[in-house]
């Protein structure tokens, strides 16, 4: 959609200019004049290109390249050579849109421009290249690499305006910026030689995942499932306030930041406690003091996604503040999650509400009363009174009154930013009170728009003495004090990391037991498969059963911290999957709390619960937690290990960044561009590349520099997530993990699929699993080769990892790049495992 809409906008800029441009062409400028008056106007005014990723005339061995278009840290995407108005006439007399010969007959007449082209292209690494003199183009690979000389491939061409006008849509997508990003230049090339690379495969699978089915339950258990349910439902909800308040998990970083933002709120509090309003005609004369003497603070509460930072902020002015501080403040929050409109329009946005906020806190009465108003506009009611009105205030006073009330409304309505300034002032001189402002959840806007909001947090300072909160992520704070206010004001930081997932479960359990005695019972009586008979009166048996299996269990809880990317919200809901899953036998696990066989410590049924979740098996359609590593495009297949290879190298970024104490958040990130080189170096097309990462990025095993992009790009950099690490050491950890993958995958060999399908009949697991992944190994190798030099060791370790797996036991590791399982009768589990299926 972002697309098409670019490419209409597009075409509407194109029209308008369709008058210079054709003036300029009729006029047969000279090369310079028609790169200035044609060329330059296409580039920059049509298709928007950023004047920085354009370099004119740079110098090669052979000349001067007359256009150079760029693309991630001035990688040459694109050759232009450019003519003089109608020197380049193609011999045919078509307006349509054809596909050439690079040598034949009708681009003939510009075969020295293609040379030309092709030769700077050669010097400089540039695949693409085009000929142009503004009205026809023609667009051709300038390089190849499947044994074709340049000249023998094809290229597409514009014979004139008119046919750029009538294709524009494929020509933007040849040209522009964005599209180019997207590699749609070279697949518009490849479809004019007729290529389809890589050919399509046919896929098998053992259990095809789309059609995956829930399990059926015992009525017991279906009912058992519901009840734990609504019970997670209560553990994840994130709008009951006073549980998350209460279940906060205090780390030893947010008690000092506790401790340091009550002494911020005395500081400030100080610079108006000294005011005294009692006299209303001194009223201007002690606003204009405050101004003078304000001491405003502005604090960054810095945490990643999910680390309570909402909660935090409500926590301290609620429950940690000193009462006689709290009293002394009224807290106006600006919710930004609640903006859905074009984001230029954010500031505007968050005036308003604040309006409405501080006009709350700050009244006695809602709506504000006429003389609440007039003490806020004191200034202008002095000035009307004793200037241009006084005569109508002494002779008519309710006149006064009405025309003076209109015009508060109007200041109200129209100017709000003025009216927000005003009730900061009012509220320090005529309530002796601290305002304390939270913009909150700005991350999920560009970083402009952020820059906006921190900006505008720092411009009302100059009204009052106010208590500024600004929650934010690490990366975010990074990037805007790289380039951005944060340059430019000085604030306070504290960093409010998440704590472990068994912490939180473990205060939001207690805290749902404390709450549950005297509710109403919430079932009957359960009876399990063997006569056990459980009562469970309240929710309180839950809460011991859900202890039982992620606060007693550190294994599940820490992994679950990892799979969730350490997100509040997403680790509970990972915790409710494993719970309500029939292969975590609920019954079972409520037994356990009295007696029988402890079902905690069974980690392969566990990451049973996780993958499969209520289904028959996994299907990445319904879990949104786990991905399959192993997964390719039938359209475009291409190594099956190339994502796992990309989150080993991602992985190894960080942890080079970790050892060598680099907290610069760009250090664990890897530049995309960088990293199809360095796989295009192993025979990797750059298209698969950019597919895979994007999938990871979409699938939230790693994230950008950036956290707003949409579809990551050459110019992007990327690292590895824990989600990613956690996957990674699902892989190489987990026998549950490869049997699942191993069912679900599509494989292009029938011998293979229907091998692993006998396996399954005689539920032979290690069988599965070794001939599953010899398959994939096997498949791997022929599409990618990794060179035998030191710069690809990590990639030959990443493999043997896998080959390991399939050839020998091995002993236990907590490593996580190191198996704990191998193949073997009886072994399904090296470490802390049930060793029964």
């Given at each position: ?45 049509v ?71 092709m ?29 074709l ?86 553990l ?9 308040r209460?279940c ?10 506790d401790?340091?933002?009550?002494k ?18 001194e ?53 930004l ?11 505007p ?45 002494e ?227 319904e ?9 390719t ?8 290990l ?5 989150l ?15 907290e ?91 091998e ?21 190994l ?28 399939t ?31």
């Amino acid at each position: 959609m972002a697309m098409t809409n670019s490419i209409d906008q597009a075409y509407e800029r194109l029209l308008k200019l369709k008058a210079d441009i054709e003036a300029a062409l009729a006029a047969k400028l000279n090369e310079a004049d028609t790169r200035l008056k044609v060329l330059d106007r296409f580039l920059f005014e049509v298709l928007e290109w950023k004047h920085e990723a354009v370099f004119t005339e740079p110098p090669t061995d052979s000349g001067y390249i007359d256009y150079l278009l760029t693309i991630a840290d001035r990688r040459g995407a694109m050759v232009l050579e450019a003519k003089k108005a109608g020197l380049l006439q193609p011999a045919t007399k078509s307006k349509d849109l054809m596909v050439v010969t690079l040598s034949g007959p009708v681009v003939k007449p510009l075969l020295a421009g293609i040379r030309q082209a092709m030769g700077y292209a050669l010097e400089n690494g540039v695949a693409v290249a085009a000929v142009t003199d503004g009205n026809t183009w023609l667009f051709f690979r300038a390089s190849r690499t499947d044994g074709l000389k340049p000249l023998e491939g094809k290229g597409i061409l514009f014979p004139c305006l008119e046919t750029v006008i009538a294709n524009f849509a494929k020509f933007v997508e040849l040209l522009n910026f964005s599209a180019i990003m997207k590699r749609l230049h070279l697949a518009h090339l490849a479809d004019a030689d007729g290529l389809a690379v890589p050919e399509a495969e046919q896929q098998l699978f053992v259990l095809d995942p789309g059609e995956a089915s829930m399990k059926q339950r015992d009525p017991l258990a279906s009912d058992a499932a519901l009840l734990f349910q609504q019970f997670f439902s209560r553990l994840s909800n994130e709008k009951d306030r006073e549980m998350l308040r209460d279940c906060f998990v205090e780390t030893s970083e947010s008690q000092r930041a506790d401790f340091e933002l009550e002494k911020i709120v005395q500081r400030v509090l100080n610079n108006i406690s000294s005011l005294d309003t009692a006299q209303s005609e001194e009223l201007q004369s002690q606003i204009q003091r405050v101004i003078t003497t304000r001491r405003s603070e502005t604090v960054l509460l810095v945490g990643n996604k999910g680390a309570g930072k909402s909660t935090f902020v409500d926590r301290f002015f609620e429950q940690v503040l000193a009462k006689q501080l709290r009293e002394k403040c009224i807290v106006a929050r600006v919710d930004l999650e609640d903006y859905h409109a074009d984001p230029r329009g954010i500031v505007p946005w968050a005036m308003l509400q604040l309006r409405d906020k501080l006009e709350a806190v700050v009244c006695a009465t809602n709506p504000p009363s006429y003389d609440e108003l007039r003490g806020i506009f004191f200034s202008e009611y002095q000035r009307w009174s004793t200037g241009p009105r006084k005569h109508l205030y002494e002779t008519n006073r309710n006149e006064f009154r009405d025309q003076f009330g209109k015009h508060i409304e109007e200041r109200r309505e129209n100017h709000p930013d003025e009216y927000v300034r005003l009730l900061l002032a009012w509220a320090a001189s005529g309530h002796q009170k601290l305002s304390c402002l939270v913009f909150d959840n700005t991350d999920q806007f560009p970083t402009d728009v952020q820059d906006m909001v921190y900006q505008l947090a720092h411009s009302l300072e100059s009204a009052a003495p106010v208590f500024t909160i600004v929650p934010i992520t690490d990366r975010t704070v990074w990037r805007l004090s790289k380039a951005g206010a944060l340059q430019s004001y000085s604030a306070k930081s504290f960093y409010l990391p998440v704590p472990d997932a068994k912490e939180i479960i473990s205060r939001r359990v207690n805290f749902l037991k404390s709450k549950v005695h005297g509710e109403p019972k919430a079932t009957e009586s359960y009876f399990s498969r063997r006569g056990f008979h459980v009562k469970v009166n309240d929710l309180a048996i839950l809460a011991e059963a859900v202890g039982k299996v992620f606060v007693e269990n550190d294994y599940v809880s820490g992994f679950i911290g990892r799979l969730g990317n350490f997100d509040i919200r997403r680790m509970l809901k990972i915790a409710e999957r494993i719970f309500i899953s029939p292969e975590l036998a609920i019954d079972d696990i409520i037994k356990s709390k009295f007696s029988g066989e402890d079902v905690t410590t069974d980690r392969v049924r566990t990451h049973r619960a996780l993958i499969r979740g209520e289904y028959d098996r996994f299907s990445e359609r319904e879990n949104e937690y786990i991905s399959n590593l192993f997964q390719t495009n039938p359209q475009k297949p291409g190594p099956p290990l190339l994502s796992y290879y990309i989150l080993w190298i991602l992985r190894r970024q960080m942890h080079n960044a970790r050892n060598n104490q680099d907290e610069n958040v760009e250090a664990a990130h890897w530049s995309v561009s960088n990293l199809v080189q360095f796989f295009e170096g192993c025979g990797v097309a750059e298209e698969l590349i950019l597919t895979a990462v994007n999938r990871l990025y979409d699938r939230r095993l790693v994230e950008a520099l950036d956290p707003n992009v949409q579809y990551v790009t050459l110019a992007d950099k990327v690292a590895i997530k824990e989600s990613g690490i956690a996957h990674l050491e699902l892989l190489l950890t987990s026998p549950v993990y490869i049997d699942q993958m191993a069912l679900v995958t599509g494989i292009n060999e029938p011998f293979a699929r229907d091998e692993i399908k006998k396996s399954l009949t005689n539920s032979r697991f290690d069988d599965i699993r070794i001939q599953f992944l010899r398959y994939i190994l096997k498949i791997d190798a022929g599409r990618i080769t990794i060179p035998p030099n030191e710069l690809y060791e990590q990639m030959q370790l990443a493999r043997k990892q896998i080959e390991r797996l399939t050839l020998q036991p091995v002993r236990p590791s907590r490593r996580p790049d190191k198996p704990t399982w191998a193949p073997g009768k009886g072994n399904h589990f090296r470490r802390g495992g049930s060793p029964k299926r």
